[in-house]
């Protein structure tokens, strides 16, 4: 029943036709005839996309990489996921019908499935790759989820108005083009649906100079991996969403140093961080904000 609820919602990501289920292995467009391969992880990318950077990158990261065992990805990711495991499950409703942007391994969508089993889970990425390791991390979490979607945020192959949830975590950042990928998130929204945008930095104008610089953190893997690292301050990433039509926008600052594994002196920046009065943050010292909206 899901199954033919979702495809009976989802539209081409080249022509934006309607999307026929032809058969059991295959998705087709009725209006360009594309077709869609039914598998662990179906492919919607755009067929104009030349190069895949994102997915490039995922295939050399240190712990998620080619040639890493799939409990790696969850290892790499352990301080965002204690953070959602013990901050946010517990506290925002996932019921309905749940889209995960930028799922990566997918272990979010995991979890929420896992809590909410009657829900319609689907976790979608641009990085197939990431996806097909998310198969196997979803495993590892003893849990389901419901169909991996590869696809463009910024043009996602699904009707107006579809889901209950949007959530991402620490992706909007990656995109050539927030504005329009929170604008797509808006427009696959049902009207009450809440957009839960989890991990975004925020930081003004000097400490963003400094984040995106050649000797920054998001500098570094911007090179790297020659992927978008964006910084902006908290109320750019606020007007993102006020632009795009949200109402009832609420920031959270993460200031759990507990959750932040990665090395020493972010522990110690974020128990610093957790003295400033939020006035401060955001807007001048660097902080990872929590974005929570709704679509009337």
């Not at 019908?97 to 929420?112: D, F, H, P």
Request: charged share 25%.
């Amino acid at each position: 029943m899901q199954r033919d609820d979702l495809f009976g919602n989802l539209i081409c990501p080249d022509c934006r036709g309607k999307i026929l289920a032809s058969s059991d292995k295959q998705l087709s467009c009725a209006d360009c005839g594309r077709i869609f391969p039914i598998g662990k992880v179906i492919d919607m990318l755009p067929s104009a996309m030349k190069r895949n950077y994102e997915d490039d990158a995922w295939k050399i990261l240190p712990y998620e990489g080619a040639a890493k065992p799939a409990w790696m990805a969850l290892l790499h990711k352990k301080d965002r996921v204690l953070y959602f495991y013990e901050e946010i499950l517990p506290k925002f409703d996932f019921a309905g019908k749940v889209l995960e942007v930028g799922a990566g391994t997918s272990w979010a969508s995991a979890l929420i499935k896992k809590k909410y089993p009657q829900n319609l889970v689907v976790a979608t990425d641009i990085s197939p790759y990431a996806l097909e390791r998310g198969v196997e991390v979803v495993k590892l979490l003893d849990s389901s989820v419901d169909f991996h979607i590869a696809c463009n945020a910024e043009r996602m192959p699904f009707a107006d108005g579809y889901f209950d949830v949007v959530i991402s975590n620490a992706t909007i950042h990656h995109f050539p083009d927030p504005q329009q990928g929170v604008r797509e998130i808006w427009r696959v929204l049902k009207r009450g649906g809440r957009s839960c945008a989890l991990g975004e930095v925020a930081a003004g104008a000097l400490f963003k100079s400094i984040l995106t610089s050649r000797v920054g953190p998001a500098g570094k893997r911007a090179r790297s991996f020659e992927v978008e690292e964006k910084v902006y301050s908290l109320n750019t990433w606020t007007r993102f969403f006020s632009a795009s039509g949200f109402k009832d926008i609420k920031v959270s600052f993460d200031k759990t140093w507990q959750h932040k594994l990665y090395d020493w002196f972010t522990v110690l920046y974020y128990r610093f961080a957790s003295t400033v009065p939020n006035i401060f943050l955001g807007n001048f010292l660097p902080c990872n904000v929590d974005i929570y909206a709704t679509k009337p």
